[in-house]
């Protein structure tokens, strides 16, 4: 295939990187609103070709990838459909559905839009973020699917198989609740954690001696970008707040059992969340 990936960051690059380690794109056309990035991603072998031309970079691709932050996503994916043939396969990557999904309700080409969330990451961002074998036995979310043309979901299911995705269905709705507790959730609560941290240590200076496997483990996502995060939180705000509410009472609960120094009720605390396990191997 022809590929046309707009917006070089850490999936876009990444993607590249697989679809040209699969044989799956013979040829790979990057846009971005950052020169830098375009210059980045053709010096790393991510794209072959840097494009200044949305509705050619389009016109030219048999596969269509969006990997802008969500916010721009709700303009710049309207233009690609705009400049969509019927013989062209859309998808976008983002983390968010419902609002991105009204936005092209109605849109002429909506039949050949897939909207799909491949569930993986770090916490870095750019083309130098890229990673190979990002997505092997990761899972993609694809949302929706009764909305797209056949061949359009079937180009994504052929894609995505090559990459060892694992494949799973929903629709928008039920994307965006389940993505606010066991995504966004971890990086909010990441951010909070790191904001703690930084407070307290303006008092000790010492504190991040003390720093090791386990904390960077658990803050790690407060590096992630805000630029990504800000336009999340702000499409998939009521889920947010959902699982926020629910994070803060259990965090409140915690904090009653100790300072009631109510232990045994600790230790059932800590038992209760242990059956984490059978879902996290």
């Known amino acids: 295939m022809v590929v046309t ?25 990057g846009v971005d609103r950052s020169p830098d990035n375009q210059r980045q991603a053709v010096a790393l072998g991510l794209i072959d070709e840097p494009a200044q031309d949305l509705t050619e970079a389009v016109q030219r691709a048999d596969l269509v990838v969006v990997a802008v932050p969500m916010d721009a996503m709700l303009t710049v994916l309207p233009l690609v459909l705009d400049a969509a043939t019927d013989r062209q396969t859309v998808i976008d990557v ?4 419902a609002l991105l999904l009204q936005a092209v309700e109605h849109h002429p080409q909506r039949s050949r839009f897939v909207a799909v969330h491949p569930m993986a990451g770090t916490e870095y961002s750019g083309p130098s973020a890229a ?16 909305r797209s043309a056949p061949d359009a979901v ?26 606010a507790y066991i995504s966004h959730i971890s990086h909010i609560t990441s951010f909070a954690l790191a904001l703690t941290v930084l407070e307290k240590e303006k ?15 658990t803050v790690r996502l407060a590096k992630s970008s805000p630029d990504m995060w800000v336009p999340i939180f702000r499409q ?7 699982v926020l509410d629910e994070h803060i ?32 191997k």
């Open 236 to 242: 998939n705000r009521e889920n947010v707040l959902d």
């Open 131 to 146: 990673l190979p074998g990002l997505f092997r036995d990761k899972t993609l979310v694809i949302c929706d699917a009764p």
């Open 203 to 217: 008092e000790d200076e010492q504190i991040f001696a003390l720093a090791s496997g386990g904390f960077e483990s």
């Open 94 to 97: 983002g983390s968010t559905k």
């Open 5 to 29: 990936i707009i917006g070089i960051g850490l999936i876009g690059g990444s993607l590249a990187l697989s679809l040209k380690e699969t044989g799956l794109a013979h040829h790979i056309i």
């Open 154 to 179: 079937a180009r994504v299911e052929a894609v995505f198989g090559r990459l060892a995705m694992r494949l799973v269905y929903m629709d928008a709705t039920a994307h965006d609740l389940h993505t």
């Open 249 to 280: 009472h259990q965090l409140q609960h915690l904090r009653e059992l100790l300072h009631q120094e109510n232990y045994p009720a600790v230790y059932q605390q800590i038992q209760q969340a242990n059956l984490i396990k059978k879902i996290l």
